[in-house]
Antibody
């Protein structure tokens, strides 16, 4: 059974960097056409895609977050990570990691349970 | 960016009702459309991918249709466990985008 689990602090100060890691079990991050993604959801609001990364290190990210995003992958530890710099209160959200699988099109078939990150001093 | 517009934003229905939710893309996305169900405090759960393919383990009362810009998620006979929020998502091009959600409530 594929499982993803986010880990990281629940509270980040304004203008600091939010760092989260997603550990994958039951699958290898080096697996075919899959990509590994971050998605967030502000309290009471909808879903926003942040970025994804392939095991090769190729990435794609949401331009709305401009140059604040860094995503990386560690195939030896079977995990991938998100750094979001210069955070503000608008970055307060539940952050999910998810697997992007491919069968004619990409879709998110496995998700982590979510990690609530609050930006506050 | 491709904008995804869901309607209605909320609806009230009874157990046993047939429910349909629509999703419109701002440009053609062929069949690169996925549907998710989300319950409070939980991660979204994939229901339908590629506009009409049922994810393994999802009950057959859920179905999806459409192509191009207009898509529909149908629940043929609403069950208690189906009261939740539903999101569409396009995977045609980045940035990947979600609809605003449809909250299905008990009448």
């Amino acid at each position: 059974q594929v499982q993803l689990r986010e880990s990281g602090p629940g509270l980040v100060k304004p203008l600091e960097t939010l760092s989260l890691t997603c550990t994958v079990s039951g699958d290898s991050v080096i697996s075919g056409l899959n990509y590994w993604s971050w998605i967030r959801q502000p309290p009471g609001k909808g879903l926003e895609w942040i970025a994804y990364i392939f095991y090769t290190g190729n990435t794609n990210h949401n331009p709305s977050l401009k140059s604040r995003i860094t995503v990386s992958i560690d195939t030896s530890k079977n995990h991938f990570s998100l750094n979001l710099s210069s955070v503000t209160a608008a970055d307060t959200a539940v952050y999910f990691c998810a697997r992007g699988a491919y069968s004619g099109t990409y879709y998110f078939d496995y998700w982590g349970q979510g990690n609530l990150v609050t930006v506050s001093s | 960016d491709i904008q995804m517009t869901q309607s209605p934003s909320s609806l009230s229905a009874s157990v046993g009702d047939r429910v349909s939710i629509t999703c419109r893309a701002s440009q053609s996305i062929s069949t690169s459309l996925n549907w998710y169900q989300q319950k409070p405090g939980k991660a979204p759960n994939l229901l339908i991918y590629g506009a009409s393919s049922l994810q393994i383990g999802v009950p057959s009362r859920f179905s999806g249709s459409g192509s191009g810009t207009d898509f529909t998620l149908t629940i043929s006979s609403l069950q208690l466990e189906d009261f939740a929020t539903y999101y569409c998502q396009q995977s045609d091009s980045t940035p990947l985008t979600f609809g605003g959600g449809t909250n299905v409530k008990i009448k």
